[in-house]
C-alpha cells in the first residue's frame, strides 16, 4: 500500500480533531452528570427545551405533515438507490485515479474550515440553516405522529454545526414502520425540497441580471510572473481580445496566435481592463516556454502567460448546466467547488455586469447572494444524499429496515414479526458495512490498485 495518501492531509488538523474527539469520549461520564449535556460520538448535544411548544404547535397539523411523510419516504426511496449506485460506479472506476489525485479524508468532511473546499462563511451559514430546518422537520412529523419531544437544542463538534431535535428513541423503535419511515424521511426529504429551491433562486438571480462586461475574447484566469502578459499590465479579470492581430475567442486561436510569434518578438495585444472599464492596447516582448516549464529546451518556443477562460461560455453554464447532457451537467455544477470555485468570485465576477431586476444591488452584495443560494443548495443536497443512504445512524437506515420489513413480511408470511426484525436487522448491518466500505475505498483504492 502507498502510505503517501496521508502526505497531503493537514495533521495538525486531523490531530486537533482526533485529540478532541478522544478528550470528549473519555470525558462522557463526567459530561452527562449535568442533564442538560449529552454525548452522540464525540458531538456534544447541549440540551434545552426552548421552541418545544413551537414544534408541538406547528406539528399538531395531521393531515399536512402525514402529506409531507410520505412525499419525503418516496424522495428517499429514490435518493436512496440513486447515490448507492453512484457510490459503487465510483468503487469501480477508482482504478483510474492516480494515488496523487485520491481524495484525501478531510474533503469527505463536509464541515466548513475542515474540508478545504468549502468556503467558511458560506459553509458555516449554509450547515446551519440545513441542519436546523433537517432537525425541525424531523420534530414536526414526530409530533403529528403523536411522538414526544425530548428536547432541543445547539450540536457542537469543536464549534457550533447546528441544531438537533431529540425524539425518544425507544419509542421510535416501537411504533409501527409507516410513522416511523416518515419521521426519519422528514429530514433529508425537506432538505432535497430545498436544494431544489434554493437552486431556482440561484437561476434566477443569475440569468435576470448577469451580462458580460465586454462580449468578445476570453477572460484571463491567471496570469504568470515576468510573463509578457504581467509586462502588458494583463491581470486576472481582464478579458484578453488579440495577440499580434489575432483575434482570442477560444483555447484553440489563443495557442495559434502564440505560436505565431517568437520569443523575444514584440508584438501588440489588446485587452479589456475591468479596472479602467475600457479597451487597453499594449507591445510587449514575448517570452519563452522555459519560464513555465523550467526546461531550457523550450526556450525557443514562446510563452505569453495566461490561462484563460470563456467568459459567455462559463455563464451560459451556471445558467443553464442542464444543457445537452443532463446528468453530465449537474455533476460539474456540483463539483464546481473541487474546481477552485465558489462557484463565482474572483476574477470570474470582474467579467461581468448587472442588467435587469437586481441590477440595482452592489455588486459586492450580489455576488454574496448568488454564492449564498449556491451554498445553501449544495449544503442541503449533500445533507439530504448523505442521510438518505443505507446506513446506520443515518435517517435512510430507518427506512431501508422497514422497507427491508414489509417485503419479507409480504414475501415470507409465515415467518413472525421477530424474526422478520432480526433478519431485517443483520441485513441493515451488512448494508452499512458495504456502505463505508465504498466511501472509504475511494480514500484508499488509489493507493492499492
Do not use: C
Amino acid at each position: 500500500m502507498d502510505l503517501s495518501i496521508f502526505s497531503n492531509i493537514t495533521f495538525d488538523v486531523l490531530i486537533f480533531i482526533l485529540a478532541y474527539s478522544f478528550i470528549v469520549i473519555a470525558l462522557k461520564s463526567r459530561i452527562e452528570k449535568n442533564k442538560n449535556f449529552s454525548l452522540m460520538g464525540p458531538f456534544l448535544m447541549i440540551k434545552s427545551v426552548l421552541g418545544i411548544n413551537l414544534i408541538q404547535r406547528i406539528g399538531s397539523h395531521k393531515r399536512l405533515w402525514h402529506g409531507f411523510g410520505i412525499l419525503s419516504i418516496l424522495l428517499v426511496a429514490i435518493l436512496m438507490p440513486s447515490i448507492f449506485v453512484l457510490l459503487v460506479v465510483e468503487a469501480l472506476i477508482v482504478y483510474k485515479i492516480p494515488a496523487s489525485k485520491a481524495p484525501q479524508p478531510t474533503e469527505l468532511i463536509g464541515i466548513p474550515g475542515i474540508n478545504p473546499f468549502i468556503p467558511v462563511i458560506y459553509g458555516i451559514i449554509a450547515l446551519i440553516v440545513a441542519v436546523v430546518i433537517h432537525e425541525l422537520f424531523h420534530g414536526f412529523v414526530a409530533k403529528s405522529n403523536g411522538m414526544s419531544i425530548k428536547s432541543t437544542g445547539i450540536l457542537y463538534f469543536i464549534v457550533p454545526i447546528g441544531a438537533f431535535v431529540e425524539l425518544d428513541e425507544e419509542h421510535m423503535k416501537k411504533i409501527s414502520k409507516k410513522p416511523r419511515s416518515m419521521i426519519a424521511a422528514a429530514g433529508p426529504g425537506i432538505n432535497f425540497v430545498l436544494a431544489f429551491v434554493f437552486l431556482m433562486l440561484f437561476f434566477g438571480m443569475v440569468s435576470t441580471t448577469v451580462v458580460p462586461a465586454y462580449h468578445n475574447g476570453m477572460g484571463v484566469y491567471s496570469v504568470y510572473s515576468n510573463s509578457a502578459a504581467q509586462h502588458a499590465g494583463i491581470v486576472p479579470g481582464d478579458i484578453l481580445i488579440s495577440i499580434n492581430n489575432v483575434t482570442i475567442n477560444n483555447d484553440s486561436s489563443l495557442e495559434y496566435a502564440i505560436n505565431s510569434t517568437k520569443p523575444g518578438m514584440v508584438v501588440g495585444t489588446s485587452y479589456w481592463d475591468y479596472n479602467k472599464n475600457a479597451v487597453v492596447t499594449q507591445y510587449v516582448t514575448m517570452t519563452n516556454k522555459s519560464l513555465l516549464t523550467g526546461n531550457l529546451n523550450n526556450k525557443n518556443l514562446p510563452f505569453f502567460g495566461v490561462s484563460v477562460v470563456s467568459t459567455t461560455g462559463f455563464l451560459s453554464f451556471i445558467k443553464n448546466p442542464f444543457n445537452g447532457n443532463f446528468i453530465g451537467g449537474f455533476v460539474l455544477f456540483i463539483a464546481l467547488p473541487f474546481l477552485g470555485m465558489e462557484p463565482i468570485a474572483q476574477p470570474l465576477i470582474h467579467y461581468y455586469t448587472l442588467q435587469g431586476p437586481l441590477a440595482f444591488l452592489p455588486l459586492s452584495y450580489f455576488w454574496f447572494g448568488v454564492n449564498l443560494f449556491y451554498w445553501l443548495f449544495w449544503m442541503n443536497l449533500m445533507l439530504s444524499l448523505t442521510n438518505a443512504l443505507p446506513a446506520v445512524p443515518l435517517d435512510g437506515s430507518y427506512v431501508y429496515k422497514d422497507g427491508v420489513s414489509y417485503l419479507l413480511e409480504k414475501l415470507f408470511k409465515k415467518i413472525d414479526a421477530i424474526e422478520v426484525d432480526k433478519i431485517s436487522n443483520n441485513i441493515l448491518v451488512i448494508t452499512s458495512f458495504l456502505v463505508f466500505f465504498l466511501i472509504i475505498w475511494q480514500l484508499i483504492g488509489p493507493h492499492i490498485i
